[in-house]
């Protein structure tokens, strides 16, 4: 390991060097040119050695409460104290390190029986698989509802005791089900078109799973349900039917001729981790903060033998986007220094719904309106150099008139927005934009279908997720770019809070 580190700094100390000159054009203006083709090169160097660290085998796959969380953390503090930051805590009696209490929920037994007239269902084997949130969950004959896509503003009344069946291959299926179960529904079963992605869910799910501790997960149940049990349950011929009225944005919910008989029980504990937090101070003290965010986060071991990898490594997801946030710190740290405070925030249990996001916004450093802008970096070492980039949040904050700028200035081209807004609510930006803290991802690897389309397919929360063969071009030019946009948005020259809107050109 020491080895490691000591190549590392000395891989660092030339990256920086042979890149100074092209970067610091960017240190008072927004860089109008692309940077010598040494300087990404350089770049990209420094970003695959801290991905190759953090994402070795000796991290164990960063999960939470496991020893490779203690190996990420203090690297990452290390790297932080290093370039001269100081902790963002605010809290002296926990430096650098933010306490995030989780509850933990490991699956122990389940099963899931239908009934239609009295008369049991038969369901293909494997095909249901139900979960609870606490130590043991039971529904008896409980009435069966299909809803499609609808949850969010359904009336309670609609809903409250019934198992609802609902559509998982949606924009915002997470939500839909977490207000399915706040309006009352007695179980939520997501029905998932594939095959594969249904098997990857359960399996997941039967490795545990994470809620803050505190908020109170009940005995809820949910679970998961394939399309040839659906068909099984409600009928091929209706189940079509439903399928196709779902499509209408004012599907009502249908009852099905059916009961169900649920029990799920659980094996429940405490799990203690951290987010991490440090703080490049500004030059003008009560002006403001930038948030630059990366989750830690990843599955440890994510499969079993006989697989001879049974390690998930989280490469790209998301050592990628620790090492673009250490970078841009480095360069930031480098001066001169930004007059808005800039935070750096490495959030625990993304992976297992955005959780440490969630534990900052509940308990921040500072007021949340203090933020003008974060940027979230998750994924991006997938697409080559030279391609468009896209924001994933675009309309849904106060940045884009000033994102746009900064894009013009930088010759960077942005690409479409359909594909990047599929993941708007599945990255820990979505956790502050919830509580009107403006934050968007500005990236090159949602930009373009292709290459990440292969990267879910072929790596994905998949132990194949490894630092070799990973793509660092488009990686190199988004640290760049989120550079110049935190310098942008940390300027009250350039954008004023309180407007939330440029002020200046860049």
């Given at each position: 390991?020491?080895v490691?580190?000591?190549?590392?700094?000395?891989?660092?100390?030339?990256a920086?060097?042979?890149g100074?000159?092209?970067?610091?054009?960017?240190?008072t203006?927004?860089?109008?040119t692309?940077?010598p083709?040494g300087?990404?090169?350089?770049i990209?160097?420094?970003?695959?050695?801290?991905i190759d660290?953090?994402?070795?085998d000796?991290?164990g796959?960063?999960?939470?409460?496991?020893?490779?969380?203690?190996?990420?953390l203090?690297?990452l503090?290390?790297?932080?104290q290093?370039?001269g930051?100081e902790?963002?805590?605010?809290?002296?009696?926990?430096?650098?390190?933010?306490?995030?209490e989780?509850?933990s929920i490991?699956?122990a037994q389940?099963?899931?029986?239908?009934f239609?007239?009295?008369?049991?269902?038969a369901?293909?084997?494997?095909?249901?698989?139900?979960?609870s949130a606490?130590?043991?969950?039971?529904?008896d004959r409980?009435?069966?509802?299909?809803?499609?896509?609808?949850?969010?503003?359904?009336d309670?009344?609609?809903?409250a005791?019934?198992v609802?069946?609902?559509?998982?291959d949606?924009e915002?299926?997470?939500?839909?089900?977490?207000a399915?179960?706040?309006e009352g529904?007695?179980?939520?079963?997501?029905?998932?078109r594939?095959e594969?992605?249904y098997?990857s869910?359960?399996?997941?799910?039967r490795?545990?799973?994470y809620r803050?501790?505190?908020v109170?997960g009940?005995?809820?149940i949910?679970?998961?349900?394939?399309?040839d049990a659906?068909a099984a349950?409600?009928?091929e011929?209706?189940?079509?039917?439903?399928?196709?009225?779902?499509q209408?944005?004012a599907?009502?919910p249908r009852?099905?001729?059916?009961?169900a008989?649920?029990e799920?029980?659980?094996t429940?504990?405490?799990?203690?981790?951290h987010?991490?937090?440090?703080?490049l101070p500004?030059?003008v003290?009560?002006?403001?903060?930038?948030l630059?965010?990366a989750?830690?986060?990843?599955f440890?071991?994510c499969?079993?033998?006989?697989?001879?990898?049974?390690t998930?490594?989280?490469a790209v997801?998301?050592?990628?986007?620790?090492a673009?946030m250490t970078?841009?710190?480095?360069r930031?740290?480098?001066?001169?220094?930004?007059?808005?405070?800039?935070?750096f925030?490495?959030t625990?249990?993304?992976?297992w719904?955005l959780?440490g996001?969630?534990?900052?916004?509940?308990?921040?450093p500072?007021?949340?309106d203090s933020?003008v802008?974060a940027?979230?970096l998750?994924?991006?070492?997938?697409?080559?150099?030279?391609g468009?980039v896209?924001?994933?949040?675009k309309?849904?904050?106060?940045?884009?008139p000033?994102?746009?700028?900064?894009l013009?200035?930088?010759?960077?081209v942005?690409?479409?927005?359909?594909?990047a807004?599929a993941?708007v609510r599945r990255?820990d930006?979505w956790?502050l934009?919830?509580?009107?803290?403006?934050?968007?991802?500005?990236?090159?690897?949602?930009?373009?279908?292709g290459?990440?389309?292969?990267?879910?397919?072929?790596?994905y929360?998949q132990p194949?997720?490894?630092?070799?063969g990973?793509?660092?071009g488009?990686a190199?030019?988004?640290?760049?770019l989120n550079?110049?946009?935190?310098?942008?948005?940390?300027?009250?020259?350039?954008?004023t809070?309180?407007a939330?809107?440029?002020?200046?050109?860049?």
């Amino acid at each position: 390991m020491q080895v490691r580190v000591q190549r590392l700094r000395t891989g660092l100390a030339t990256a920086f060097a042979a890149g100074l000159v092209a970067l610091l054009a960017g240190c008072t203006t927004v860089p109008r040119t692309a940077p010598p083709p040494g300087a990404l090169s350089a770049i990209e160097a420094s970003l695959r050695t801290h991905i190759d660290i953090l994402a070795s085998d000796e991290f164990g796959g960063r999960r939470p409460g496991t020893d490779g969380e203690g190996k990420t953390l203090r690297y990452l503090a290390r790297e932080f104290q290093g370039m001269g930051l100081e902790s963002g805590t605010n809290d002296p009696s926990n430096p650098w390190y933010a306490p995030v209490e989780l509850a933990s929920i490991t699956p122990a037994q389940s099963s899931a029986r239908f009934f239609r007239s009295g008369r049991p269902v038969a369901m293909p084997g494997g095909g249901v698989a139900v979960f609870s949130a606490g130590s043991r969950g039971l529904i008896d004959r409980a009435p069966v509802m299909f809803v499609g896509n609808a949850g969010e503003r359904l009336d309670g009344a609609a809903v409250a005791g019934r198992v609802v069946l609902m559509l998982w291959d949606h924009e915002g299926h997470t939500e839909q089900r977490d207000a399915l179960l706040r309006e009352g529904a007695a179980a939520v079963i997501a029905i998932v078109r594939d095959e594969d992605e249904y098997a990857s869910m359960v399996a997941a799910r039967r490795r545990g799973s994470y809620r803050l501790a505190s908020v109170d997960g009940g005995n809820a149940i949910d679970g998961f349900m394939t399309l040839d049990a659906a068909a099984a349950l409600i009928g091929e011929a209706r189940f079509a039917d439903l399928l196709a009225h779902a499509q209408d944005p004012a599907a009502k919910p249908r009852g099905i001729d059916a009961v169900a008989t649920l029990e799920a029980t659980s094996t429940p504990g405490t799990v203690k981790t951290h987010n991490l937090i440090a703080r490049l101070p500004g030059r003008v003290p009560g002006s403001g903060a930038v948030l630059v965010l990366a989750h830690w986060d990843h599955f440890g071991t994510c499969a079993a033998p006989p697989a001879i990898d049974t390690t998930c490594n989280g490469a790209v997801d998301n050592a990628s986007g620790l090492a673009v946030m250490t970078e841009l710190a480095r360069r930031l740290a480098a001066g001169p220094r930004p007059a808005r405070d800039v935070y750096f925030l490495a959030t625990t249990a993304e992976e297992w719904g955005l959780l440490g996001a969630q534990a900052f916004a509940e308990n921040p450093p500072v007021p949340l309106d203090s933020i003008v802008a974060a940027f979230n970096l998750d994924t991006v070492a997938v697409a080559p150099a030279g391609g468009p980039v896209a924001i994933v949040g675009k309309g849904l904050t106060p940045l884009d008139p000033g994102i746009l700028s900064v894009l013009k200035a930088t010759g960077r081209v942005e690409g479409t927005e359909e594909y990047a807004s599929a993941y708007v609510r599945r990255q820990d930006g979505w956790a502050l934009i919830q509580r009107d803290v403006p934050a968007v991802s500005v990236t090159s690897a949602f930009a373009q279908e292709g290459p990440l389309a292969r990267y879910i397919t072929e790596r994905y929360h998949q132990p194949a997720d490894k630092p070799t063969g990973i793509e660092l071009g488009g990686a190199a030019e988004d640290l760049l770019l989120n550079l110049a946009l935190v310098r942008f948005f940390a300027d009250p020259a350039k954008w004023t809070a309180t407007a939330g809107k440029s002020v200046a050109a860049p």
